[in-house]
């Protein structure tokens, strides 16, 4: 079974953010407002999405 892919854009800075969302929004691969990336659908990826819902958007594309 294929994985799909999810498409996560940075929409907020992380300046003033606790250290754990700053090393989050890291892990996910993002370095700047507006700045995307693609990244497999996973749960570890899912986890991270919920813990910084409020800095980044995202959305299923297909493979």
């Known amino acids: ?6 498409k ?3 929409i907020r800075s992380t300046i003033g953010r606790t250290q754990d969302q700053r090393a989050t929004v890291r892990s ?3 370095k700047r407002i507006r700045h ?6 996973r749960p570890e990826i899912r986890g991270m ?7 980044v958007t ?3 594309v297909d493979a």
């Open 28 to 30: 996910l691969g993002l």
């Open 8 to 10: 996560i854009t940075q």
């Open 1 to 6: 079974m294929a994985e799909g892919q999810l």
């Open 58 to 60: 995202f959305e299923e």
């Open 36 to 41: 995307t990336v693609v990244q497999p659908d």
């Open 49 to 55: 999405l919920r813990k910084v819902p409020h800095l």
